[in-house]
């Protein structure tokens, strides 16, 4: 699975809005319309997954952490409490909770981004702040790919 591009989309006044049609087709395809969406770790936007790639997700977590330590009994329950199993409806609306809308700053409109095994979901107001410019964007893969491909000489 590998999702990619950026849709944009409005929310209707319940809070549902459109899976792009390019990521419904390869959710089917991989056989599951079962989704999990929780808020990401490090950004304010919503995460979208399968069922299947949160399974493996959450017994990763469950492994590094130690329940009987504070700190991760704290990260344990705000990780896993902010997770939401949801389903595309028959014409393929996904119902955003309202307390996940609010955490991101999504209200009327979202944009859909793929990004390999998921799809992150942001208020287009939010992305453009929080998402680097192209020059830092530049910087940062030349940094990763430009000393990777000085190591292979």
Known sequence: ?????????KLDVKGRVFLPSDFR?????????????????????????PLSVWRKEAEEVRNRLNAWNPRDAMVMRRFFG????????????????????????????VRFIGVANH??????????????????YAEAVETLLGNHAANEE
């Open 1 to 9: 699975m590998n999702f990619t591009g950026t849709i944009h989309a």
């Open 25 to 49: 087709r390869q959710l089917h395809e991989e056989g599951g319309g079962d989704l999990v969406l929780r808020r990401d770790v490090y950004q304010p936007c919503l995460v979208l997954m």
């Open 82 to 109: 902010e997770v939401e199993e949801v389903s595309l409806d028959g014409t393929g609306r996904l119902l955003l909770p309202k307390r996940l809308q609010e955490i991101c700053g999504i209200s009327k409109e």
């Open 119 to 136: 799809i992150e979901i942001w208020s287009p107001e939010v992305a453009d702040r929080s998402i680097f410019d192209d020059s830092t």
